[in-house]
């Protein structure tokens, strides 16, 4: 027969699941045996021994099997007839609990033993599965709460630095509640803390002396990687504060041994104490059971005569500490610490103590960290952008007065809490401007979140904006996800092409700027948030609500504070000052020392209309500069379409011979610049990876 052994948990501590305690002694014979059974109106009963241990199940169909084969005799004990069970599990699972539960093959109960294999009764169940899924239920509780309860303070960040686990411990030895830490940079409270470097190297940290007031600890900084990329990284704190004192201050063998004997004896965690001669003199149950022996057969004898590979005499040579060290011992391994006993300046002893029970706890701890760091991974993106706003006003460039206007009128509203709408075609500078706004409000501390309005369909808008909760539609991910309007709440959000938003998405958007709250996709539970508003668009929203493309009330909300931007074509008295902030911004970025743009340059560039603005201008000084190979940007460096200067052609030349010529020296000289980058210079020249490799073979260009 062919059955399990599971650990009891919860589960079975109430009697009330005991269907019956009927078993047949292992003396009853046969005959008496059927009488029973058929009395008793059962399929099958247990066999137990005089001392109570289960030995197995005598069915009816075990019985009438023996008569079908004339092998049926009434006087022969039932111990012949018993149908074994095979423990497919080590009854050493079951050591921490009340109960083992024995689930066997084919009968529609359970058999109850307790932790001395003395048979109880029959479990009352009728789905084994059922059974199994409530004690994995309550393992997974056992593990949460053992991880929340290591003694040893706990911290753990995440890739970029902040706080996602604060145990209890951790609370009480670092003097921080758990709520004033978590999700804040870890540098904000522990700025010598060595978790970051342990994060950018993927190097393990151990037996770091640390100092908290008048604690001291010692500190294992450890990374979480998974595969080859470093999730996050863990610091184990252990107060060493009562150790060293004890160390220091007992005066006597005698002291020392009364002290740590109860220290070690009512602690939950195993403890092993040497002397100065390696003999163990100390050591709590918990590693005697591990072991398997009494106490008396221990005290005395030298520790490597019970664990060959201790590594407790070099603590005892060498005078150190070490932490977070593996000790195999008896098939399991423990994660422990290694303290050397002074006293009067000399090493009078060591003390070996388990960090973690088993190796199991410690990664049980390092997946849920990692289950923490998959689960914030859409976290990890958008708080990467938290206090990300780049620009000021003093970014903004420009002395026409109409540019003058529009940065007076941002500054004014940055001070205020209004909804802003910002006006103007694409490239204008609009998100610059909302920059900053936000790095000019009360609210610059606080997180500025771009939207663009016009980059996704409408459902997945929906959920971007306002979030969803878990089960929501098929893919949502596990526990939800929070949406742009919670990730900016006491912040910014900045709604970029709101003109493309459809009539429906602006329904929903308008009841968050009335209500000031919204509900996730899915959810029915309101989230309040406060929010500052500052939306754009390159569209006429008045004429497109005379054309029922956008709607009237929304179109009131957000038309509060409207600052209007000038085209550049309308502003061609600042293009000298622009490039010049703009030259200096491309040199930076290529490692070029272009000095300006030539006066006559300038001309050119206010001959040109600008239908792309400030973003075009930025692109053809670009090319400007990777293609000059002097000091300053001439018009023969601009490529401006319309604008074109005269080529002077020699009687044999032709035009296509010409533009033949000018061409190569572009594609050599982009190259050049570039050193030989040809995804940059495709880029650069603004034409496809394949059209680039034709010219240059055409040419016979060598990049």
């Given at each position: ?15 009330e ?12 014979v ?5 009488q ?17 241990k289960f030995?197995?199940v005598?069915g ?8 079908t ?10 111990t ?8 497919l599990?080590?009854?050493e ?12 093959e ?42 929340e ?27 921080f509640?758990?709520e ?10 522990f700025?010598?803390s ?28 450890l ?30 063998n ?10 070690v ?6 403890m ?46 060498s ?7 593996t ?27 388990t ?8 990664k049980?701890?390092a ?5 923490l ?6 976290y ?26 529009a940065?007076?009128l941002?500054?004014?509203a940055s ?24 790095k ?39 526990g939800g ?24 998405m602006?329904?929903k958007?308008l ?16 989230i ?10 390159n ?16 179109y009131?909300?957000?038309n ?14 600042d ?20 000095q ?13 209309d ?46 296509e ?30 034409i ?11 040419y016979?260009?060598?990049?």
């Amino acid at each position: 027969m062919n059955g399990f052994i599971s650990s009891g948990l919860s589960l079975l501590d109430s009697q009330e699941l005991i269907l019956s305690s009927l078993y047949l002694d292992e003396e009853t014979v046969l005959a008496d045996a059927l009488q029973i059974i058929l009395k008793e109106e059962r399929t099958h009963l247990p066999v137990v021994s005089k001392e109570k241990k289960f030995l197995g199940v005598l069915g009816t169909a075990d019985i009438m099997e023996s008569l079908t084969q004339g092998k049926f005799d009434p006087k022969a004990p039932i111990t012949s007839y018993i149908r074994p069970v095979e423990w497919l599990l080590p009854e050493e699972n079951s050591l921490l609990f009340n109960f083992n539960v024995l689930i066997t093959e084919g009968w529609p109960t359970a058999f109850v033993v307790d932790s001395k294999g003395e048979y109880q009764g029959e479990f009352k169940f009728h789905d084994n599965l059922f059974l199994l899924y409530q004690l994995l239920n309550d393992l997974d509780f056992y593990i949460s709460q053992t991880i929340e309860a290591v003694h040893n303070a706990v911290v753990a960040i995440d890739a970029q630095g902040r706080i996602v686990f604060f145990n209890p411990s951790a609370e009480k030895l670092l003097g921080f509640h758990a709520e004033e830490v978590l999700g804040k940079p870890i540098k904000n409270f522990f700025p010598d803390s060595l978790t970051f470097k342990a994060l950018a190297t993927g190097e393990e940290l151990r037996g770091i002396p640390m100092s908290y007031g008048e604690l001291n600890t010692k500190a294992d900084f450890l990374p979480i990687i998974l595969g080859h990329k470093v999730l996050g990284a863990v610091a184990v704190f252990k107060d060493i504060t009562e150790l060293e004192e004890v160390s220091h201050r007992l005066n006597s063998n005698e002291k020392l041994m009364a002290t740590l004997e109860a220290v070690v004896e009512n602690s939950y965690e195993g403890m092993v104490v040497i002397d100065d001669q390696e003999n163990i003199v100390l050591m709590n149950q918990f590693f005697l059971d591990v072991i398997g022996v009494k106490v008396q057969d221990v005290i005395g004898k030298k520790i490597n005569d019970i664990s060959p590979n201790s590594s407790l005499p070099q603590t005892l040579k060498s005078g150190k500490a070490q932490f977070g060290e593996t000790w195999h011992l008896k098939g399991r391994d423990f994660i422990i610490m290694r303290v050397p006993i002074e006293r009067e300046g000399k090493v009078v002893g060591a003390l070996a103590k388990t960090l973690f029970k088993n190796m199991e706890i410690a990664k049980m701890f390092a997946k849920k960290v990692m289950r923490l760091e998959e689960n914030l991974a859409y976290y990890k993106e958008e708080l990467g952008k938290f206090h990300s706003s780049q620009f000021v006003f003093d970014d903004i460039i420009g002395e026409s007065p109409r540019m003058k206007k529009a940065k007076s009128l941002a500054h004014r509203a940055s001070q205020t809490t209004s909804t802003i709408l910002i006006l103007g075609e694409s490239g204008t500078g609009k998100e610059v401007f909302s920059h900053a706004i936000h790095k000019s409000s009360i609210r610059s501390n606080g997180p500025y979140i771009k939207v663009n309005c016009a980059a996704l369909p409408e459902d997945l808008l929906e959920s971007e904006l306002f979030g969803y909760d878990e089960g929501a539609f098929t893919g949502a991910r596990k526990g939800g996800k929070p949406g742009k309007f919670e990730l900016a709440d006491k912040g910014t959000i900045f709604l970029d092409e709101i003109g493309d938003m459809s009539l429906g998405m602006q329904a929903k958007l308008l009841r968050v700027l009335q209500e000031r709250e919204l509900e996730r996709l899915g959810g029915t539970e309101p989230i309040k948030v406060d929010v500052r508003i500052i939306a754009a668009t390159n569209r006429d929203l008045h004429k497109m609500v005379m054309e029922h493309k956008f709607r009237l009330d929304l179109y009131y909300r957000l038309n509060v504070l409207t600052i209007d931007l000038p085209p550049l074509r309308e502003r061609k008295e600042d293009i000298g000052f622009i490039a010049r902030g703009l030259i200096e911004k491309i040199n930076k970025r290529l490692g070029t020392d272009i000095q300006g743009v030539r006066p006559e340059s300038i001309t050119h560039l206010c001959a040109y209309d600008w239908p792309g603005n400030i973003r075009e201008l930025e692109n053809i000084l670009e090319r400007a500069i990777v293609i000059c190979d002097e000091a300053w940007i001439l018009p023969k460096h601009l490529a401006l379409p319309g604008v074109m200067e005269t080529i002077t052609l020699g009687a044999e030349q032709t035009l296509e011979y010409a533009l033949q010529a000018a061409e190569r020296e572009i594609l050599d000289k982009t190259l050049r610049r570039v050193q030989g980058n040809k995804v940059q210079a495709a880029r650069i020249l603004g034409i496809h990876r394949s059209v680039l490799y034709k010219k240059l073979a055409k040419y016979n260009i060598q990049g």
